[in-house]
């Protein structure tokens, strides 16, 4: 119904403790695979939040939602709050999809979309990182099973590229969501100056992650800020306390980051693995 809830004054609470929560509630903690931002392992399947500078924000989006399998459960553990921002932004995705524009909506149904990622050892993360491993062979084999189409283009460098539906069914509810990484990928998303200086050394499909349409065309500027915008004009910001444990259904709900200053610590575990294929199936 709800899509979220909050716990509070878990206060004296490990992260042993949030993986047996969530091994309770949801069954066994995912690892975090075909990695899209920088985390560090705490324990077992335990990850810290994404290691983005604290005065960038997070854009709003589902979990893995580029990928073939996602966790349909996050769960977010507060031991330390900023002490100014580092709110999480949350956003009902069914809410979200009603908002799009029809002609916006319809257009990604009809053309899927894709998403283009390159893996340098010099800008962003390297595929040793993103795959878990050193062995090519392993990171093909992960392609191949989940219909990535990889290239390596020299040392240190691999682009893959995989077409995935932008909208999907509920399994428990039967609703319809916006569940993908169209907007997060998108070269827009960066700061102006950002965005201007990398296109200036790469074309957009060399970038170290892009969103298009699933023909290949490019998202235009204008759709990628129309969704933004049904983002925002649904979050709710959770402002954290100290011993809060935040569970998301990963599909229903969106969530994000706003900028801090201070110290923050938030753990993060998933479950409950879930895919494009169980989907198509309702």
Same mark, same amino acid.
């Given at each position: 119904?709800?899509?979220?809830?909050?716990? %509070?004054?878990?206060?004296?609470?490990?992260?042993?403790?949030?993986?047996?929560?969530?091994?309770?509630?949801?069954?066994?903690?995912?690892?975090?695979?075909?990695?899209?931002?920088?985390?560090?392992?705490?324990?077992?399947?335990?990850?810290?939040?994404?290691?983005?500078?604290?005065?960038?924000?997070?854009?709003?989006?589902?979990?893995? $939602?580029?990928?073939?399998?996602?966790?349909? /459960?996050?769960?977010? /553990?507060?031991?330390?709050? &900023?002490?100014?921002?580092?709110?999480?932004?949350? !956003?009902?995705?069914?809410?979200?999809?009603? %908002?799009?524009?029809?002609?916006? %909506?319809?257009?990604?149904?009809?053309?899927?979309?894709?998403?283009?990622?390159?893996?340098?050892?010099?800008?962003?993360?390297?595929?040793?990182?993103?795959?878990?491993?050193?062995?090519?062979?392993?990171?093909? &084999?992960?392609?191949?099973?989940?219909?990535?189409?990889?290239?390596?283009?020299?040392?240190?460098?691999?682009?893959? $590229?995989?077409?995935?539906?932008?909208?999907?069914? /509920?399994?428990?509810?039967?609703?319809?969501?916006?569940?993908?990484?169209?907007?997060?990928?998108?070269?827009?998303?960066?700061?102006?100056?950002?965005?201007?200086?990398?296109?200036? &050394?790469?074309?957009?499909?060399?970038?170290?992650?892009?969103?298009?349409?699933?023909?290949?065309?490019?998202?235009?500027?204008?759709?990628?800020?129309?969704? %933004?915008?049904?983002?925002?004009?649904?979050?709710?910001?959770?402002?954290?306390?100290?011993?809060?444990?935040?569970?998301?259904?990963?599909?229903?709900? &969106?969530?994000?980051?706003?900028?801090? $200053?201070?110290?923050?610590?938030?753990?993060?575990?998933?479950?409950? !693995?879930?895919?494009?294929?169980?989907?198509?199936?309702?």
């Amino acid at each position: 119904q709800y899509g979220a809830l909050l716990f %509070r004054n878990f206060t004296k609470f490990s992260s042993y403790d949030l993986e047996n929560l969530i091994s309770t509630i949801s069954g066994e903690s995912l690892e975090y695979k075909e990695r899209s931002s920088p985390r560090s392992s705490v324990a077992g399947n335990i990850y810290t939040s994404t290691e983005y500078p604290a005065e960038q924000a997070i854009p709003l989006h589902c979990e893995n $939602s580029y990928q073939e399998t996602w966790p349909m /459960h996050i769960f977010f /553990h507060c031991v330390t709050p &900023a002490s100014v921002g580092g709110e999480t932004p949350i !956003a009902d995705t069914r809410r979200v999809f009603n %908002r799009i524009n029809p002609h916006i %909506r319809q257009r990604f149904i009809e053309n899927k979309v894709m998403y283009i990622r390159n893996f340098y050892d010099f800008l962003g993360l390297p595929w040793q990182t993103v795959f878990q491993t050193e062995d090519k062979a392993q990171v093909e &084999a992960y392609c191949t099973t989940y219909g990535i189409n990889f290239e390596w283009q020299g040392e240190g460098h691999l682009k893959t $590229s995989v077409v995935r539906e932008p909208v999907l069914k /509920h399994p428990q509810s039967h609703e319809l969501v916006w569940f993908n990484h169209a907007m997060f990928f998108h070269i827009s998303t960066l700061e102006p100056e950002i965005k201007e200086g990398l296109l200036m &050394a790469f074309q957009p499909d060399e970038l170290p992650a892009n969103s298009f349409y699933g023909d290949g065309t490019q998202i235009e500027d204008s759709v990628a800020e129309e969704l %933004r915008n049904c983002y925002q004009q649904e979050v709710v910001l959770v402002p954290w306390q100290k011993g809060d444990t935040l569970m998301l259904d990963n599909m229903l709900v &969106a969530h994000g980051r706003q900028p801090y $200053s201070g110290v923050r610590q938030i753990l993060v575990g998933m479950a409950s !693995a879930n895919t494009q294929n169980l989907i198509k199936q309702l």
